[in-house]
């Protein structure tokens, strides 16, 4: 706690108390860094200031705001959740755990979060950041470590204090990001290395055991459609990957398949219609999870276009950053904008 009141970073949700902000800054940096995280979180609060705002938002702007920090089921949970909150707890998250797990996207972490950071309930978490620490600390390793969190929330339930519960779990994390890093930690800073059983043994730098991760290759093509000035776009399914977002139409390759011909294959299947004069415009590599995906993009017309419907939009292309692309999408999006305005 002493280290963590001398080395803390000076954090835009550090400097409140409100359970909304720190809600909100919590689910944001999960998977994402805190230098990314920032701007959205300062855009965000622009956008939706309060719980009732995010609660009536229309789903495209809250998928718009959230588009670059990925794993967009966050942004629908959090909608989903406010909704909850507004009808069932007049705006305000409830102080009570139970409650909270109860809420969309609230599972063990955020709800611990919330509960201590927020509510000063003494509440123990485990994150990336707590889990490497303890492991190191305690010396132990393998997948049976890295995965009983339920042993590490047990270890330190004790230890938490009565008095601000939120800066004891705030300052493990702290010491993760800053100190006791995935690579080259700082063991010489560390206020615990006296007792840390991994740098005692000089094991700090293998503790915990890198993951090795295994992605599938998957490529794809899409259609940059103009017709009369506009581009089509169309939205993705309701549910599933990336869902709710909108993307140019095309669809993955298959094996020994030509990009042009499975362009063409994919509008017939999807819009019913055959591509004319392909070229290509730009590829983008982009990675997700488990897989990475090269998107090719080309440029091509139609005799004749399939006719707008909710899902389906004929756009201009002053008007396509309004809409949600994924991020692999929205590059093409900035390409086509770029190649707009160094023509006129």
Request: glycine fraction near 8%; hydrophobic fraction near 40%.
């Amino acid at each position: 706690m002493d280290w963590y009141a001398r080395r803390r970073r000076d954090l835009p949700w550090r400097g409140t108390r409100d359970p909304y902000a720190i809600w909100i800054s919590e689910v944001m940096l999960q998977q994402t860094t805190v230098a990314a995280v920032i701007p959205y979180y300062q855009k965000w609060f622009r956008l939706f200031p309060d719980i009732e705002s995010l609660a009536e938002a229309r789903q495209a702007g809250v998928l718009k705001a959230w588009q670059g920090l990925g794993y967009y089921r966050r942004a629908r949970d959090l909608q989903a959740a406010a909704k909850v909150v507004v009808d069932r707890h007049g705006g305000r998250l409830p102080d009570d755990a139970e409650a909270l797990r109860a809420l969309p996207g609230f599972g063990p972490y955020t709800t611990a979060a919330v509960s201590s950071l927020a509510f000063g309930r003494p509440v123990p978490l485990v994150e990336a950041n707590v889990r490497r620490v303890l492991m190191r600390l305690y010396g132990r390793e393998g997948p049976a470590a890295a995965k009983n969190d339920a042993a590490w929330l047990a270890i330190l339930a004790p230890l938490l204090p009565a008095r601000r519960p939120g800066d004891f779990n705030q300052a493990w994390m702290e010491l993760g990001a800053l100190v006791c890093r995935p690579a080259n930690p700082a063991c010489l800073s560390c206020p615990l290395r006296r007792d840390c059983r991994a740098y005692a043994s000089g094991r700090q730098e293998v503790i915990p055991a890198p993951v090795k991760r295994i992605y599938r290759k998957i490529t794809a093509v899409v259609g940059i459609i103009e017709r009369d000035g506009r581009i089509l776009i169309q939205r993705r399914p309701p549910d599933g990957l990336l869902a709710g977002l909108w993307e140019f139409p095309g669809g993955k390759v298959r094996r020994r398949e030509s990009l042009k011909a499975a362009l063409a294959r994919e509008l017939e299947e999807e819009i019913g219609v055959r591509p004319e004069a392909m070229q290509p415009f730009m590829t983008v590599d982009h990675s997700y999870t488990t897989f990475r995906v090269t998107l090719h993009a080309f440029t091509c017309g139609l005799r004749s276009g399939p006719a707008a419907s909710p899902d389906r939009k004929w756009v201009r292309p002053g008007s396509l950053r309004r809409y949600p692309f994924p991020s692999g999408s929205a590059r093409i999006v900035e390409r086509i904008l770029a190649e707009r305005h160094r023509t006129r």
